[in-house]
């Protein structure tokens, strides 16, 4: 258990903060803490109707075949979610093209799998709710989310064609990188 904490926040509230940008968004604390207590229990319980799904499809099947099926749906939902929808209609621009790919490894795979190995071990609904609140808890603070009646202008998603021609969020990339304030203020490589 102490492993998954430590894990869930070096990730979240270390890596995926350290390169996340924010492009002088002010911190508002009360409603980036209940939009990410929001988010993270929502995620967490999606996350968990996934492994249901799983269980009644593999009423028969052994426990690593149910946590594959399980884990397989949640990567794919995640994946559509995250990258044709979320990033692009609803979260403020907050990665470049390389954090993406430094998240999706150093974050989002260790979480799911290994608080989904620790879930489907233990069968704790609890826990796993709380370390996916946890960890999008730290994200909602890191990007600072701006509540829906903030008039601070904050850059959109990034946005390029995807898979199946779909509008994807594909990261920002400055017109001058090497002395870009942004990339420079989240340890981004340029």
Known sequence: MGGLILLVTVAYWGI????????DRR?????????????????GLLFLFFYRIAQAVGSTWVTRQVWLLAYVMIAVWQWLWQDYYWDV????????????????????IPNITTCLIFFVIYKNYAIFVTLQTWA??????????????SR????????????????RASGY???????????????LPH
């Not at 911190?27 to 995620?43: C, E, K, N, V, Y």
């Not at 990339?173 to 340890?187: F, G, T």
């Open 27 to 43: 911190r508002d604390l009360i409603p980036q803490t209940a939009f990410g207590l929001l988010w993270g229990i929502a995620s």
């Open 136 to 149: 999008l808890l730290g994200a909602s603070l890191a990007m600072r989310m701006p509540p829906p009646w």
């Open 152 to 167: 601070q202008i904050t850059p959109p998603a990034t946005r390029s064609i995807g898979r199946f021609g779909l509008i």
């Open 16 to 23: 995926w903060t350290r390169y996340t940008l924010r492009f």
């Open 89 to 108: 209609y609803i979260s403020p621009e907050h990665d470049s093209p390389w954090s993406i790919k430094l998240k999706v490894f150093a974050t989002h």
């Open 173 to 187: 990339i400055p017109d001058d990188p090497e002395n870009d304030p942004y990339l420079k203020a989240a340890h």
